[in-house]
């Protein structure tokens, strides 16, 4: 059974800082282009970053410079390090795992940036 869970959401000041989590199991992770995405209320979901297994990342242009994805393939889990977070980083995050075709999603973690 495939499961990412996603940890790491929370309220944060505008400027401020988190780091999301997600672990996965099931899969063999170190096969998997692992990504972020994210969906604002009334928006479709759109890619924040993605990291291929041979570590290549990509960002959206709206996050680069700001975020940092990585993945630790022993421990099966893959990081979005989150700086300088604006209130239009609101949002729900949820992990995803790609490999031949095939897609896995997390149930997702709330980013709320608010004063």
């Known amino acids: 059974q495939v499961q990412l869970v996603e940890s790491g959401g929370g309220l944060v000041q505008p400027g401020g800082s988190l780091r999301l989590s997600c672990a996965a199991s099931?899969?063999?992770?170190?096969?998997?282009?692992m990504g972020w995405y994210r969906q604002a209320p009334g928006k479709q979901r759109e890619l924040v970053a993605d990291i291929t297994s041979g570590g290549n990342t990509n960002y959206a242009d709206s996050v680069k410079g700001r975020f940092i994805i990585s993945r630790d393939n022993a421990k099966n889990t893959v990081y979005l390090q989150m700086n300088s977070l604006k209130p239009g980083d609101t949002a729900v995050y949820y992990c995803?795992?790609?490999?031949?075709?095939?897609?896995?999603w997390g149930q997702g973690t709330q980013v709320t940036v608010s004063s």
């Open positions: 099931g899969i063999i992770f170190n096969m998997h282009t």
């Open positions: 995803n795992a790609f490999w031949r075709s095939v897609s896995y």
